[in-house]
């Protein structure tokens, strides 16, 4: 038997090889053709295939973009391998990684770490669990999901602060630097601009999101 799994072995082994490879920047990631035996995703390599993880990609982009290149490289390997031209190889027991199960706890945003972090954190969890944090100063505080968001290097603040909300999106200091948040989702509500949420949610600097 011979499986497609979407990371280079030995790294990311186990169940979320494509949200992980994205939460921890890395620069690249593939698929890996390999020979299935007792253990989990550490079976014999048969073949490879690498891909940039890019700064517009999310787990969902990557995932689509790893099952054509999976597919293609396995119809390639699969007739070799059965002529016996290819010979798998073992995987190296160096940089051996797991990729733990993702769960909803996952999503939860800590305005303590760093924007960049964060910034992959919300590109690697979507669309499943996707990240949120709580608005507070209200009533009671809204669950705001957040769908896309960029870093803003050189800003400076009380992790969770928000330092502008404009149309250009609301601006949450981390540690360090800050998250701007383009498109959210109130609880009940659907996925709009920043612009758009503002336009019935006044908020203003000194608020605070929390995780």
Known sequence: FVNVHASLLPKYRGAAPIQW?????????????????AGLD?????????????????ARTLHDRLARTGAD??????????????HPQAQPTEGATYARKITKEDGRLDWTRPARELWNRVRGLAPWPGTYARL?????????????ATVKTGLAGSPGEILTADRG???VACSPDALCL???????GRRVTAAEFLAGHSLHPGQRLEG
């Not at 490879?21 to 035996?37: K, Y």
């Not at 490289?73 to 290819?86: D, K, Q, S």
């Not at 507070?136 to 896309?148: D, R």
């Open 136 to 148: 507070t100063g209200g009533p009671k505080p809204m669950l705001l999901k957040i769908h896309e």
């Open 21 to 37: 490879a994205i939460l921890n920047d890395e620069p690249e990631t593939g698929v890996t053709i390999m020979q299935i035996d």
């Open 182 to 188: 383009t498109e959210v989702q109130r609880e009940g």
């Open 42 to 58: 550490t079976g014999p390599i048969l073949a490879v295939s690498t891909t940039p993880i890019l700064p517009q990609d999310s």
């Open 73 to 86: 490289l396995l119809v390639r390997t699969v007739p070799e391998y059965a002529a016996g031209r290819l």
């Open 169 to 171: 999106g609301i601006v």
